[in-house]
């Protein structure tokens, strides 16, 4: 079953515009961690967000978490048509496993040069 | 790239034959996660291996199955293939006391 649920599923900007990505889970977690998907390719890590964290940096990306309402957004600044992929938040649900990563359905962005 | 390495890339099968998929985890890295990933989907989880042991599994049937070796590598093993096995199978490593997990490049499988 799908926990996070990525909005908006498909998103097109041009280089140099700012791109954001929401998501929404459903129970309660330790943290949410963001991934990014080249063309099918294997996950790349982007950025890890505790559950007492609310907000977190990464060079142009910023993260934000709140718990109250159960979601997240990845912000993009300053995009590069380098940054044409898939975007997947991610969860840690609380109580579970530690490997049981919980995936939404991803957000596909395109970034026109 | 993580340092995480899986094998082969590829591998076309048929209906009810069986697969072995190969994956070397990162220095360092005693756990190993598998998740697959069909088409226009998110991973789903499958299974994870610490210390050799099963730590976790997800809502596949049993012919799914894995083994993680001392060197903390590991195979996913499936059996009796169906087509809806279709899919890009991906293994995450991770390290002691760490929620963060870095992936391979995946196997894609495809299921005739």
């Known amino acids: ?113 | 790239e993580t340092g995480v390495t899986q094998s082969p890339t590829h591998l076309i099968k048929t209906r009810g034959q069986q697969v072995t998929l190969r994956c070397s985890s990162q220095s360092g890295h005693n756990t190993v996660s598998w998740y697959q990933q069909a088409l226009g989907q998110g991973p789903q989880f499958i299974f994870q291996y610490y210390r050799e042991e099963e730590n976790g599994r997800g809502n596949f049937p049993p012919r799914f199955s894995g083994l993680q070796f001392p060197n903390y590598s590991s195979e996913l093993n499936v059996n009796a293939l169906e087509l809806d096995d279709s899919a890009l199978y991906l293994c995450a490593s991770s390290g002691p006391a760490s929620n963060e997990q870095f992936f391979g490049p995946g196997t894609r499988l495809t299921v005739l």
């Open chain 1, 1 to 113: 079953s799908q926990q996070g649920e990525e909005d908006p599923q498909a998103l097109s900007i041009q280089e140099g515009e700012n791109a954001t990505m929401n998501c929404s889970y459903k129970t309660s977690i330790n943290n949410l961690q963001w991934y990014r998907q080249n063309s099918g390719r294997g996950l790349v890590h982007l950025i890890l967000i505790r559950s007492n964290e609310r907000e977190k940096h990464s060079g142009r990306l910023r993260v934000t978490l709140d718990t109250s309402k159960k979601s997240s957004s990845l912000l993009i600044t300053a995009s590069r048509a380098a940054d044409t992929a898939s975007y997947f938040c991610a969860t840690d649900a609380s109580g579970g496993s530690q490997g049981n990563l919980i995936f939404g359905k991803g957000t596909k962005l395109s970034v026109k040069p």
